[in-house]
């Protein structure tokens, strides 16, 4: 007359295997294959098993340690950034210049690992400022309700139906070149995506009954948000922002690819692009690598938001 | 061996003819993949279903029996990458080995299917009349249908969507589209769970008029016998992806010959189940099937050495100990101990009584409500906005250590009234008196959701007992725990780790390790399976009495209200039109509303004479007595009555204490 | 008239939001440091010309009067004067503005094409779906710029298929549009040039967009598939055109088409990253122009033309949301 305790991968309500007689798992008749009607479901990249806990560990290894690198990466370089160092537009693998030089001989991969330090740390606090003031605002929002919540949201509405590009471009053109006004220009636009979806979440969970309960059993509001509410915001919110590094990249590189960043000779990847456009049919690589940074960039940040969700969404 | 479905010499083996049966199914094993991970779920199946029959097939969740259903349509989800093996023919057709287009065919003319939840059945973006049409082939078909399944003014219905209409109607409109074409066979899937109980008897009716005007088969899956047997010819009990019995309804239900089937019935509440004694109760699934043997064997009171040897097939009931051959025709069981089954008296074994409930006293309430209204601002189905009156003016009290049971159906106010008495819902007018913080807790219909999933058993334990010293705190959980029936190792698992009936138990252990003053319950046990919510009934039951808990229930299932209430309250459209002491208002309801709800517990044996009508909408209540417009016994002046109707003592019945019994009629008396 | 009402609702917070981009821009305005004046009459004018030209410019006025002034001047189309051309704005965005509007509705089109075949190779198994699939994930990752200066090299230099820069076909028609004026012209050979012309640049802007559309796409699909109602028109016996364009289509397209209109606003902002690198002369490259000499009349000129596109666009996608989906109008 008592539950048994059910734990682990035994709940499944699976009828017994009979030892006797082996269930076939695959039709035992050559009859049709099982029928399936109209489009078949998505199967693809569904990894599963040891396999993907590897993959999945190895790109949030790898997230990790481009952080580490971009930290010290000035340190590696070999060459000043900003001084002609060598011959003009050597092309990668030349000697003493891995990745060449540019129009004017400066060593390509010194302005490289100047740019991926102020590109992806700028980046990540851009996400994690973005982060911050977003869930303040999501939390209060949608713990509060009632008018905090409608003054707040119908803010946050009004940002996100402004075109965030053209917008930060001009508030970056207005507070004047500089890393510290692009990185406000892109946070004015960035932290309203983190406070819709922050507040969905937490708006999601205070309609659960267990919020309800939990007041019942005498929690008080911050501990209801600290241990009912938030542990259940914060998966999605580090999936979002892990996701959205990338995209951070790219913006910032827009605007330094605009002429928004720091003013030349500073190593920026958007800006060493876009100032060497010129190159393109006499030395593609010049402007080209930088991007290709970039692009390096982002698509390990996609990735690796994608491991973080297998990994967070898994349990 | 366990599929080795011996030849079943009465049964035609040849495809089905025009006069064979509507559907077959010989040794079906249908295996799904679920999460990567595949299960069989059916284990060699053998059903026929004959020309006319309404076959009700009953199980507890995890029996396979919807699977059978959706096997029967060709339905299988392609996504869980089914393997099916055996027989499966239907209305002439070999379903295993059909072409897409011969499988269309038969289904848009031979089959048709009603499935449990006709809001997400139905295209939300397309007329429902259009919906109709696109089986009956045109939209003047489609209005016959709708105006044949009782859809009123069904042209103007024909655009409708399906938000639109209520959940009954939206049924019909599934039923219309069923019977489009005139089928050979209907399968209903559950039809009548997410509806209403006097909704469910119309429904239940109308299948049973359709088989009777267009003469298909119906085959009707539920998980209440109670709703097989108002319906059914024969029935058929699944267990674990087995038929475990079959037979006529009668048969099963008089002579029920499989342990299972006997548990089934004797945990099914009634109107007259024994409400001094706790309920008789099915041990719950085993977690861990046995690898081997009888599935059943784990929960079964006869099993011995042997019952793990091999699985039982089915066979037919011996004549003999039916004390006649005819009784016996088409009665099948699958048990090794049938023989042993059949010499023990159908019934269950006595239980000890429970203790007596101390004296309800009399004095100062613990609730006391006086007028108490509720209206919430919404918008209507149009997009309006509106006003929805859920309560209209309730006057309630609830004695210290009483217990209450709160009934009606869906938008009857009754989860209103539970949230205001306890203190949890503060946008009401009138005056309220009562306990409230952490003197008042409360158990959910979904334990799943209440719980905090990412929190471990004992951390929301703990919580309730941060008040007391620490090293008390474990001492106290523990105790709380047991006293509800579970072993130590959960405090350390999380909810979604826990079965339904588990969740349920951690609810009313984290409600009651602190004693309140009040537990309100809303619908605890509507999720959970039939010997599942017995269970959780008791526990409720064992609690009130030894830490002097008072209780409100909220249920819309009158005998789950009748087991659980001290006093019975019936809600209609924001008011209690009925209310007194449990016994009193099941024996002798005086209102007819309640008449009706009595009626309409579905109940073997007894034939439901469904009340027309659908509960009318809160946005918009009736005049006067918002009953009249269902009422059988109405008159003029039940819709004109300005003031509405107050509750008042019935003749003859004491008018003071907890035993007086009030009705809000003024045709009191009429209802009988 | 719910209906009505819906709509109207959308056309008022149109106006609303409109507002609060030109305040933004005038705020913007107020903060940099660009002088108006210096850049109007010179940085060595004499105090009075200074004065003057103040007066003129109505910049000794309170703030609140300038930012109605400011208003007034958008809602009768003027902008202000550049500092850079001496033009008044509007007449340079009038001339900038169609060959933009031209690459962004020809790149949605991409888009569309490019995000739809992706839903669709991920929900049947085409040979080469997958390549096709990774191809575009991988390609929305590059920068925008990146990607119009690879297609540069291959396209170009390497195989010499597309032309490098500018645009081809009829430049001088009624529309301004290359492409829909040699057609209208009946010039099917230049109509042809100005396709080549559009092809790279359009493309580049595409990519990262319909990666967007065609994920969003991909899983309402899926879940409309899965769904209750689709096995009941399954259960009904209609073929599977029947049901994939009865049923699921609609039910499906809600998602996909605010997505898309919200990529279609993107596009506006991206415009300007790959009109650079294939000097398009288009209102990006106005802008990449201006943005160095602080020129703010034309920033803020840009900025609102192309912000008040992207809010329009989004405003008649949920109008045509509401269309599909009679649920919209009630929530």
Redesign the interface.
């Known amino acids: 007359?008592?539950?048994?305790?059910?734990?682990?991968g035994?709940?499944?309500?699976?009828?017994?295997?009979?030892?006797?007689?082996p269930?076939?798992?695959?039709?035992?008749?050559p009859?049709?294959a099982?029928?399936?009607?109209?489009?078949?479901?998505?199967r693809?990249f569904a990894r599963?098993g040891r396999a993907a806990t590897v993959v999945d560990w190895t790109l949030i290894a790898l997230l990790v340690g481009i952080t580490l690198l971009s930290v010290v990466s000035p340190l590696l370089a070999p060459y000043d950034p900003v001084q002609p160092v060598g011959m003009p537009k050597l092309p990668p693998l030349s000697e003493g210049h891995l990745l060449g030089t540019d129009a004017i001989g400066r060593d390509t991969l010194s302005r490289v690992l100047a740019g991926l330090q102020t590109s992806w740390l700028l980046s990540v606090l851009v996400t994690a400022l973005g982060l911050v003031i977003g869930s303040v605002v999501g939390v209060v929002a949608g713990m509060f309700g009632g008018w905090v919540d409608a003054l707040l949201m119908r803010t946050t509405d009004?940002f996100l139906?402004?075109?965030?590009?053209?917008?930060a471009?001009?508030?970056s053109?207005?507070?004047?070149p500089g890393l510290t006004n692009t990185v406000l220009a892109v946070l004015v636009v960035w932290w309203p995506y983190y406070a819709r979806i922050v507040r969905g979440e937490v708006r999601a969970l205070v309609a659960?009954?267990?919020v309800?309960?939990?007041r019942?059993?005498?929690?008080g509001w911050f501990r209801v948000m600290w241990?009912?509410v938030l542990?259940?915001v914060v998966p999605t919110a580090v999936v979002t922002a892990s996701l959205d590094i990338?995209n951070v990249v790219?913006t910032l590189?827009?605007l330094s690819?605009?002429?928004?960043g720091q003013p030349a000779p500073a190593p920026e990847l958007?800006a060493d692009?876009?100032r060497n456009?010129v190159e393109?049919?006499d030395a593609?690589w010049i402007?080209?690598i930088p991007?290709?940074v970039?692009?390096l960039l982002?698509?390990l940040s996609?990735l690796a938001g994608d491991a973080v969700r297998n990994r967070l969404v898994r349990r | 061996?366990?599929?080795a479905a011996p030849p079943r010499p009465e049964t035609p083996t040849a495809p089905a003819s025009e006069d064979g049966p509507v559907a077959r199914l010989g040794g079906l094993r249908v295996?799904l993949e679920?999460n990567?991970?595949?299960?069989?779920?059916l284990?060699g199946i053998d059903l026929e279903i004959g020309r006319g029959e309404i076959v009700g097939v009953v199980g507890e969740?995890?029996s396979g029996k919807s699977v059978m259903s959706q096997a029967l349509l060709?339905l299988?989800p392609?996504?869980s990458?089914?393997?099916?093996?055996g027989d499966l023919q239907a209305a002439g057709l070999d379903l295993?080995?059909a072409s897409?287009a011969e499988?269309r065919e038969v289904r848009r003319t031979h089959l048709g299917v009603v499935f449990q939840d006709p809001m997400t059945s139905l295209n939300p973006t397309m007329h429902v009349g259009r919906q109709v049409a696109e089986k009956a082939g045109s939209a003047e078909e489609a209005v016959r249908l709708m105006r044949a399944v009782g859809i009123p003014q069904p042209e103007r219905r024909y655009r409708s969507f399906p938000h639109e209409l209520s959940g009954g109607l939206r049924q019909r409109v599934m039923i219309a589209m069923a019977v489009a074409g005139g089928p050979k066979l209907l399968v209903a899937d559950e039809p009548t769970t997410a509806l209403d109980v006097t909704v469910q008897a119309q429904v239940l009716d109308l299948l049973g008029s359709m088989r009777d005007e267009l003469g298909c088969s119906i085959v009707l899956i539920t998980h209440d016998l109670g709703v097989a047997a108002q319906v059914a010819d024969r029935i058929v009990v699944m267990y674990?992806?087995r038929v475990v019995e079959t037979g006529s309804t009668r048969q099963v239900l008089e002579q029920p010959r499989h342990p299972y089937t006997r548990g089934l019935l004797a945990s099914r509440l009634s109107l007259d189940s024994d409400r001094t004694r706790p309920l008789w109760?099915l041990?719950?699934?085993?977690?861990?099937?046995?690898?081997?043997g009888c599935?059943f064997t784990a929960r079964c009171a006869f099993r011995q050495d042997g019952c793990s040897a091999?699985?039982p097939v089915l066979a037919h009931v011996p004549a003999e100990d039916d004390g006649g051959a005819a009784a016996a025709v088409g009665h099948e069981v699958a048990c090794f101990e049938t023989a042993r089954v059949a010499a023990t008296a159908a019934g269950r074994e006595e239980l000890d009584p429970l203790p007596p409930l101390p004296e309800v006293g009399t004095g100062a309430p613990l609730v006391a409500a006086a007028d108490v209204a509720c209206t919430f601002q919404v918008r209507d189905e149009r997009g309006r906005r509106a006003d929805l009156a859920a309560l209209r003016g309730v006057t309630f009290d609830l004695q210290p250590g009483e217990s209450v049971a709160i009934v009606g159906e869906s938008g009857s106010g009754k989860s209103t009234l539970l949230r205001v008495a306890g203190g949890?819902e503060k946008r009401f007018t009138g005056s309220l008196r009562g306990p409230s913080?952490?003197d008042?807790?409360?158990v959910?219909q979904?334990a799943g959701?209440?719980?905090?999933?990412?929190?471990t058993v004992r951390e929301?334990l703990h919580?309730?007992v941060?008040?007391a010293a620490r090293p008390e705190r474990e001492e106290r959980v523990r105790a709380i725990l047991d006293r509800v029936?579970?072993?130590d190792?959960?405090l350390d698992?999380r909810p979604g780790?826990?079965?339904g009936?588990?969740r349920q138990?951690v609810?009313l252990a984290?409600?009651t390790v602190v004693p309140p003053k009040i537990l309100l319950c809303d619908e605890p046990t509507s999720a959970l399976d039939v010997s599942?919510a017995a269970?959780v009934l008791n526990l409720v039951n064992e609690l009130r009495r030894d830490l002097g808990i008072a209780v409100m229930f909220v249920t819309h299932d009158l005998a789950v209200a009748r087991i659980v209430g001290d006093r019975i309250a019936v809600m209609y459209l924001g008011r209690i039109v009925e209310l007194g002491r449990a016994e009193d208002v099941i024996a002798d309801p005086q209102h007819p509303y309640t008449r009706t709800l009595v009626d309409a517990v579905p109940q073997p044996g007894r034939t439901v004479v469904p009340l027309a009508g659908e509960p009318a909408s809160a946005l918009d209540p009736p005049s006067g007595c918002a009953f009249h417009p269902r009422c059988p016994v109405a008159l003029a002046e039940c819709a004109s009555t300005v003031t509405g109707i107050q509750l008042a003592a019935v003749d003859g019945r004491p008018t003071s204490d907890v035993a007086r019994h009030e009705v809000a009629c003024v045709r009191t008396g009429a209802a009988r | 008239m719910v209906r009505l009402r819906f709509l109207g609702f959308r056309l008022l917070s149109l106006a609303g939001?409109l507002l609060?981009?030109s305040l933004?821009?005038f705020l913007?305005?107020e903060?940099?440091?660009a002088d108006p004046v210096a850049a109007t009459i010179g940085g060595n004018a004499s105090p009075e010309a200074i004065a003057a030209a103040r007066e003129r410019l109505g910049l000794d006025r309170p703030p609140v009067e300038r930012y109605l002034a400011y208003l007034g001047g958008l809602v009768t189309g003027d902008m202000g004067t550049s500092f850079r051309t001496h033009r008044d704005v509007t007449t340079d965005i009038a001339t900038y503005l169609p060959a933009t509007v031209e690459l962004v509705l020809f790149a949605f089109v991409v888009a569309l094409v490019l995000g739809v075949l992706f839903a669709v190779s991920?929900?049947?198994?085409w040979p080469l779906a997958?390549p096709f699939?990774g191809l575009l994930?991988?390609g929305s990752?590059?920068?925008?710029?990146?990607l119009g200066?690879?297609g540069?090299?291959v396209f170009?230099?390497l195989l010499g298929w597309l032309p490098?820069s500018g645009r081809g076909g009829v430049t001088d028609g009624p529309t301004g549009m290359t492409l829909l004026d040699s057609l209208l012209a009946g010039d099917l050979a230049a109509a042809g040039d100005a396709l080549q012309h559009l092809a790279l640049p359009a493309l580049a802007l595409a990519v990262g967009p319909a990666l967007a559309i065609g994920r969003v796409l991909?899983s309402s699909?899926?879940e409309t598939?899965?769904s209750d109602f689709v096995r009941t028109a399954?259960s009904k016996g209609l073929t599977?055109p029947q049901?994939?364009v009865r049923h699921v289509l609609r039910n499906s397209v809600n998602a996909a088409l605010s997505m898309s209109a919200l990529q279609l606003?993107?596009m506006?902002?991206?415009v300007?990253?790959v009109e650079?690198?294939f000097t398009w002369g288009g209102l990006g490259s106005y802008?990449?122009a201006s943005?160095?000499v602080?020129d703010?009349p034309a920033?803020?000129g840009v900025?609102f033309v192309?912000?008040a596109l992207?809010?329009t666009v989004?405003t008649v996608a949920d109008v045509l949301q509401s269309v599909a989906d009679p649920r919209i109008r009630v929530s």
């Open positions: 007359m008592t539950d048994t305790l059910a734990r682990g035994t709940t499944a309500a699976a009828p017994p295997h009979g030892p006797v007689t269930e076939p798992v695959a039709p035992a008749s009859g049709p099982p029928r399936r009607w109209g489009l078949s479901r998505r693809s599963s009004v139906s402004l075109p965030s590009m053209l917008v471009v001009a508030v053109a207005a507070l004047g659960r009954p267990h309800e309960a939990a019942l059993a005498g929690a241990r009912h542990p259940g990338g790219m590189a827009s690819f605009l002429g928004l958007g692009t876009s456009l393109i049919l593609w402007p080209l991007g290709l970039v692009m982002s698509l996609n | 061996m366990e599929t295996s679920r990567g991970v595949r299960t069989q779920v284990h969740s995890g060709g299988l392609a996504t990458r089914p393997v099916v093996e295993r080995t897409d499988l674990r992806g109760t041990p719950v699934h085993a977690t861990v099937p046995a690898d081997e599935p091999g699985v949890l913080g952490t008042v807790q409360m959910f979904d959701s209440s719980l905090t999933p990412w929190m929301l919580e309730r941060r008040d029936g579970l072993p190792a959960v698992a780790e826990l079965s009936g588990q138990r609810a984290r409600a599942v269970n | 939001l609060v981009l933004v821009l913007l305005q903060i940099s440091d991920s929900l049947l198994r997958g699939r994930f991988v990752t590059a920068p925008t710029f990146l200066l690879v540069l090299v170009y230099q490098a991909r699909l899926t598939l899965g399954t599977e049901v994939l606003g993107f506006f902002g991206g300007l990253l650079g690198v802008l990449a943005l160095p602080s703010f920033i803020a900025t192309l912000g992207y809010v989004n």
